[in-house]
């Protein structure tokens, strides 16, 4: 039986004590609870918790969960692709992984059909690993300069990024760190409809090393719902 009310207590007190050590206010990092195979009555559980951002990282299972979840905000943390756009688009709060133009472009022509905005991070491939998602480092200024340049109705709020797994936190240090850099490199231009606010980073493994460096939304999946199946 896993206690998701006393796992979600003891991540908070996790974060609270790593802002205090670092002089960051608790309220500036966001949890995502990332509810991937966790079925609908243990999400609630989560909501009961305290936790009203939810994120997934499939389109369908997202949707079909969405139908018995109310008055959260969902965030879309998966590869997306360009054509299942258009199912998440009116709702969703926050997409993480935008790591193509093209892909803006699709959110962009969508979102402008309804005439919402959509705000969105950029993902970027921080460790180099060939089988993860997201754009080089120095691919990112790039990407986020032609969005801001040819888009109105996609808002860049901040930098997402999936670190490697690695068994101690510590290594994985530098790649939250190359987030950041990116993320205050970046800040330094005035695009339009950017605002590089966010740093979404830190799982269950490693989120107080995430913490520890800037993150403001880490994306915790099995620390609340125990292991997946
Ligand atoms: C599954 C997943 C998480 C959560 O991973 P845990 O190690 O279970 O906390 C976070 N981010 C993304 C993009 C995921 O797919």
Known sequence: MVMIFDNVQKIKQKIREVCLKT????????IVAVTK???VERIIEVVNAGIYDIGENKVQELLEKRKSID????HFVGHLQTNKVK???DFVH?????DSFKLALEIEK???RINRVVDVLIEVNTSGERTKYGVKPEETLNLVRQISENCEYVWVKGLMTVAAYLP????????FRTLRELRDEISKFNFRNVEMRHLSMGMSNDYEVAVEEGATIVRIGTAI?????
Do not use: Q
């Open 37 to 39: 195979t966790v079925p």
């Open 87 to 89: 199912y998440i688009v």
């Open 168 to 175: 101690n936190p510590e290594d994985v240090r530098p790649m």
């Open 110 to 112: 969508r979102a402008r």
């Open 94 to 98: 926050l997409i993480h992984s935008v």
């Open 225 to 229: 719902f125990g292991p997946r199946k």
């Open 71 to 74: 008055n959260v905000r969902w």
């Open 23 to 30: 002089g960051r206010n608790p309220e500036d990092v966001t």
